[in-house]
């Protein structure tokens, strides 16, 4: 068993060693791919920050102040609740101050400065307020009476900010993920293209294989080793593109003032060492689809 | 040892390569297989190792069918078969001992056993000393003879070889043919395909006469003629 696992690793690596340029070519395209799917996602990730406070319906938000009497938050739930046929009163949804302050640290993870300034204490509590109605001009001139209650210090319109912002995530979304697309197809085939000329430039030694009785795992598995570890290096460097790529972000992000909302598209470490072995996974998973396609083509004798 | 029962095999839909062929093979009998070039020899021997698949009639070896055969299996049936052929098959980057090595290596023999085999193979086929040669260092009869040692290194029960001697001088393949004897004694099934006339004629063994096809003739210490 040992030598045969020796066997099938010494092959692929003579392989690997053997046909540089197209190996090269196979794994720069991999890299470049794999770059794309990973900014993907932190775009998406980067996006979704800005809109985490719109979540399930949510178009307007009313900011109580932090300072406000309860008798002042009451009266403000009262009339929001008055227009029943306006405002879902089900949905209605008031964030007090400790809620408001963990949706905060979300949005406002790339600025560090703006969340140092809240606390729990003078940070504003919040309705999220879902409409029934498709109007939007009965909600904008809701949205003025509100501002007018004692206590409240802003009423936020999803029309103004999530219009602009969602139009544009999805065109960005859609437009890196074919393009993605594209290129993992792309990197399939010259993964692809790769192996099957390792395995034709090494056709004698194969049929002097199946000829001796090696099976068709045998013969097989180094090859797919080796798609397997152009994915995974392509993946490797993918990984270091991302890196550098959103620690320029990060730096460039952190020059704006505060507050202006740029800097919710900081996107946390944690989730890009998630995407970054996600993106080994896919690469690991597009070579070995590459070259089990072409050795199993191949094999058909 | 190997029988076949009204195998017909075409090639695309006009050439047919083998019509209708039957015969048996016991278990130790050296048989050749005559007829010009195109008669069909190796698509018996091919048949016989799988590497074609008959589209009537049924291939039997060492009591397997080998056309309902699931292709999983095919591996293990032909590690009871040697081939040899007209051009060696040798693999040029590696020396004598890794060509035989590589046989065994390749069915996951572990390497005690290969250095304990391949010597006594080599010394059996005559060239011990010249383990670490190339294959363009040997002569044509030599390299056939590393050949040989690839097919019997696992101890086949079956032996194949299409045209071993068509490459060689007389003198050279009358010492392959002697080889083949050998192994033959051994107990080993052996099928050659040849249009040798020497050969077939100086070694009165059994002949089954291929024509286009078709068996014409198939006879005990035969003849070439």
């Given at each position: 068993?040992?030598?045969?696992?020796?066997?099938?690793?010494?092959?692929?690596?003579?392989?690997?060693?053997?046909?540089?340029?197209?190996?090269?070519?196979?794994?720069?395209?991999?890299?470049?791919?794999?770059?794309?799917?990973?900014?993907?996602?932190?775009?998406?990730?980067?996006?979704?920050?800005?809109?985490?406070?719109?979540?399930?319906?949510?178009?307007?938000?009313?900011?109580?102040?932090?300072?406000?009497?309860?008798?002042?938050?009451?009266?403000?739930?009262?009339?929001?609740?008055?227009?029943?046929?306006?405002?879902?009163?089900?949905?209605?949804?008031?964030?007090?101050?400790?809620?408001?302050?963990?949706?905060?640290?979300?949005?406002?993870?790339?600025?560090?400065?703006?969340?140092?300034?809240?606390?729990?204490?003078?940070?504003?509590?919040?309705?999220?307020?879902?409409?029934?109605?498709?109007?939007?001009?009965?909600?904008?001139?809701?949205?003025?009476?509100?501002?007018?209650?004692?206590?409240?210090?802003?009423?936020?319109?999803?029309?103004?900010?999530?219009?602009?912002?969602?139009?544009?995530?999805?065109?960005?979304?859609?437009?890196?993920?074919?393009?993605?697309?594209?290129?993992?197809?792309?990197?399939?085939?010259?993964?692809?293209?790769?192996?099957?000329?390792?395995?034709?430039?090494?056709?004698?030694?194969?049929?002097?294989?199946?000829?001796?009785?090696?099976?068709?795992?045998?013969?097989?598995?180094?090859?797919?080793?080796?798609?397997?570890?152009?994915?995974?290096?392509?993946?490797?460097?993918?990984?270091?593109?991302?890196?550098?790529?959103?620690?320029?972000?990060?730096?460039?992000?952190?020059?704006?003032?505060?507050?202006?909302?740029?800097?919710?598209?900081?996107?946390?470490?944690?989730?890009?060492?998630?995407?970054?072995?996600?993106?080994?996974?896919?690469?690991?998973?597009?070579?070995?689809?590459?070259?089990?396609?072409?050795?199993?083509?191949?094999?058909?004798? | 040892?190997?029988?076949?029962?009204?195998?017909?095999?075409?090639?695309?839909?006009?050439t047919?390569a083998?019509?209708?062929?039957?015969?048996?093979?016991?278990?130790?009998?050296?048989?050749?297989?005559?007829g010009p070039s195109g008669s069909g020899k190796s698509?018996?021997?091919?048949?016989?190792?799988?590497?074609?698949?008959?589209?009537?009639?049924?291939?039997?070896?060492?009591?397997?069918?080998?056309?309902?055969?699931?292709?999983?299996?095919?591996?293990?049936?032909?590690?009871?078969?040697?081939?040899?052929?007209?051009?060696?098959?040798?693999?040029?980057?590696?020396?004598?001992?890794?060509?035989?090595?590589?046989?065994?290596?390749?069915?996951?023999?572990?390497?005690?056993?290969?250095?304990?085999?391949?010597?006594?193979?080599?010394?059996?086929?005559?060239?011990?000393?010249?383990?670490?040669?190339?294959?363009?260092?040997?002569?044509?009869?030599?390299?056939?003879?590393?050949?040989?040692?690839?097919?019997?290194?696992?101890?086949?029960?079956?032996?194949?070889?299409?045209?071993?001697?068509?490459?060689?001088?007389?003198?050279?393949?009358?010492?392959?043919?002697?080889?083949?004897?050998?192994?033959?004694?051994?107990?080993?099934?052996?099928?050659?395909?040849?249009?040798?006339?020497?050969?077939?004629?100086?070694?009165?063994?059994?002949?089954?006469?291929?024509?286009r096809g078709?068996?014409?003739?198939?006879?005990?210490?035969?003849?070439?003629?």
């Amino acid at each position: 068993m040992i030598a045969r696992i020796a066997y099938a690793f010494r092959e692929m690596w003579a392989s690997f060693r053997r046909n540089l340029t197209l190996t090269v070519a196979a794994i720069l395209t991999s890299a470049i791919a794999l770059l794309l799917v990973g900014t993907t996602f932190l775009i998406q990730r980067a996006f979704d920050n800005l809109l985490v406070q719109w979540r399930g319906d949510v178009e307007m938000i009313v900011f109580v102040r932090s300072d406000a009497t309860p008798e002042q938050i009451s009266l403000i739930d009262q009339t929001i609740k008055a227009a029943p046929t306006i405002i879902d009163a089900e949905k209605l949804q008031y964030l007090d101050k400790t809620q408001s302050y963990e949706e905060a640290k979300r949005i406002f993870v790339g600025d560090p400065v703006t969340l140092s300034l809240l606390t729990p204490d003078n940070i504003p509590s919040q309705f999220k307020v879902v409409p029934i109605t498709q109007d939007p001009e009965l909600v904008r001139s809701l949205s003025e009476q509100y501002r007018s209650l004692p206590g409240v210090q802003d009423v936020a319109l999803a029309e103004d900010e999530f219009q602009v912002i969602s139009t544009l995530s999805r065109f960005v979304r859609t437009v890196t993920l074919v393009m993605s697309l594209v290129l993992l197809v792309v990197a399939v085939g010259l993964i692809w293209n790769t192996i099957r000329t390792a395995m034709f430039a090494r056709r004698r030694e194969i049929e002097v294989m199946k000829l001796v009785g090696a099976t068709n795992w045998f013969i097989r598995v180094p090859f797919m080793l080796e798609g397997l570890l152009h994915g995974l290096l392509g993946g490797i460097a993918s990984c270091g593109g991302l890196w550098v790529l959103n620690s320029a972000w990060t730096n460039g992000v952190a020059g704006f003032k505060p507050g202006t909302g740029i800097s919710s598209l900081v996107v946390p470490s944690s989730y890009l060492t998630g995407v970054m072995l996600m993106i080994l996974a896919i690469g690991a998973l597009v070579g070995a689809i590459g070259s089990a396609i072409a050795a199993s083509r191949f094999l058909d004798v | 040892m190997i029988r076949l029962e009204s195998v017909t095999k075409r090639y695309g839909t006009e050439t047919v390569a083998v019509r209708d062929a039957s015969f048996d093979i016991a278990k130790g009998d050296f048989v050749f297989l005559v007829g010009p070039s195109g008669s069909g020899k190796s698509t018996l021997l091919r048949l016989i190792n799988r590497q074609e698949q008959p589209e009537r009639g049924e291939v039997w070896v060492a009591g397997q069918n080998v056309n309902e055969m699931a292709e999983s299996r095919v591996p293990y049936l032909r590690r009871n078969m040697g081939n040899v052929f007209q051009d060696y098959k040798l693999l040029p980057n590696k020396t004598v001992f890794e060509n035989v090595a590589f046989a065994l290596e390749v069915i996951g023999k572990p390497r005690h056993v290969i250095n304990r085999q391949v010597p006594v193979v080599l010394e059996l086929v005559g060239l011990a000393g010249k383990e670490d040669r190339f294959p363009e260092q040997l002569s044509g009869g030599e390299q056939q003879r590393v050949s040989i040692a690839r097919a019997f290194v696992n101890r086949p029960l079956i032996m194949l070889a299409d045209e071993p001697t068509g490459n060689l001088d007389p003198a050279t393949g009358e010492g392959i043919m002697a080889l083949l004897e050998e192994i033959n004694r051994t107990g080993t099934t052996v099928v050659m395909a040849t249009h040798d006339h020497r050969v077939v004629n100086a070694m009165r063994k059994r002949v089954i006469q291929l024509d286009r096809g078709v068996i014409v003739r198939d006879q005990e210490r035969g003849v070439y003629e």
